[in-house]
């Protein structure tokens, strides 16, 4: 198993939700979760939800942490 994952990305940079969800593990559904409560990664809505990759990287890397500790203090900040 390689480990990599393939999704589509338009040449502006957006993926839909669904290449968004895969490049990110989640499902889409989860994501449209996330953006309902306002603790998902910024996305913008032309008709269709997208996202851009730039924005998705930010999002993991505002999770990210140190012990579970921090973990659990972010998610309680977060609503999640």
Do not use: H
Request: hydrophobic share 40%.
């Amino acid at each position: 198993m390689s480990g990599s994952v393939e999704v589509v990305v338009l040449p502006d940079g957006r993926m839909d939700r669904k290449n968004a969800a895969r490049y990110l593990g989640l499902q889409p559904k989860t994501l449209a979760i996330y953006a309902s409560r306002g603790t998902g990664p910024r996305y913008v809505k032309r008709g269709r939800v997208f996202y851009f990759q730039v924005d998705l990287d930010a999002w993991i890397q505002a999770g990210r942490a140190i012990s579970t500790t921090q973990t659990a203090a972010n998610s309680r900040a977060a609503g999640t």
